[in-house]
């Protein structure tokens, strides 16, 4: 391993609160970071929900009510669970040298961080950092290459937490997914330890303790790389396109149904690459060629609420009955994730 003196460290905080675009100059500082460099990376997202590689984002979030409530949605390259951000949660980012990777140092950094603003806090087993009564403010996930490592994670300092509960409690009953889930643990914000506590301060205090950790004065990231490579660019393209955030979502079968004055109706959708490959539509109506129509309107339709509802409609516009407006209205009034 080389030696301190060797090492080469550099900072870069962001001043954009785009989630694509901060996950794309992840992506991009991992392509270009070398064996003896280690970049810490600070930043923040506005309003929107990150899920992890491997998650299904109809079984984690309320994506629809995310989206009309001017929310995004993003996928990050590490595993792990969904989180909600905003401005009162600061993010950051370790980017280095696969050879320089450690994961001790590195919480070591973070708690020490958090102390030096008051607050006694410790690693638990999980990957978490918690308060001393348990409380879990910070989520950490890793992505690992042969040349390079990630370790990132969030520090809710004072997020609004009823829209973690309003954004991240969809229905799960619903869902069969190959997908990884979330697990929920108790959270809180720092600054209900320590009320006068902000954003800015620990911004700071974790500048500072990276520089202890790794022995030497961090340097302006922008004096090595050019931020605004037209690469970066190209993978927010990519980050916020519907490919990556849904169309890579694992398979999985989503089943739901209610009982009208009419019957029961029953769906059975296969989903993959976000599209309703199947549908299986049961029910004991009198009506049964109409029932019959329903599921080839459907099949093929991206698995969005607003695509669904549209194909039904169409369908009603050319056959009208009162069988096709509940269904429409259901699917209206019980949105697909959640």
Known sequence: MPSMKEWSTFWYASERVDPWWNLALEAYLLDVVGPDQVFFYIWQNEHTVVIGRNQN?????????????????????????AVYHDLGNLNFTFIMGKRLYDLDRQYA??????????????????????TENGHKFSGNAFYLRPAAALHHGTIL???D???????????????ASKGVDSVRSRVTNLKTLKPSLTVEEMHSALLKVFECAYGRTAHPLEDLLKIDD??????????ASQKWRFDDTPDFNFQFGRRFEWGEIEFCLDVQK???QRVKVFSDALEADLIGTIGPCIQGAPFVEAEVVDRLQALSNRTPH??????IDFFQTHP???
């Open 109 to 130: 950094m973070l708690t020490e961080a958090v102390r030096k603003v008051g607050i006694p806090v410790r690693r638990n087993g999980r990957n978490d950092i918690v």
């Open 57 to 81: 984002p109809w079984k984690e979030c309320r994506i629809q009510l995310l989206e009309e409530e001017n929310g995004k949605l993003a996928r990050r390259l590490s595993g792990g669970g």
């Open 230 to 239: 037209p690469e970066v660019k190209g993978l927010r393209d990519k980050f």
């Open 336 to 338: 697909l994730s959640g």
């Open 161 to 175: 937490l009823g829209k973690v509960q309003r954004y991240l409690n969809a229905s799960r009953e619903k869902l």
């Open 274 to 276: 976000g599209r309703i």
């Open 157 to 159: 300092i004072d997020t």
């Open 322 to 327: 009162p069988i096709l407006s509940d269904v």
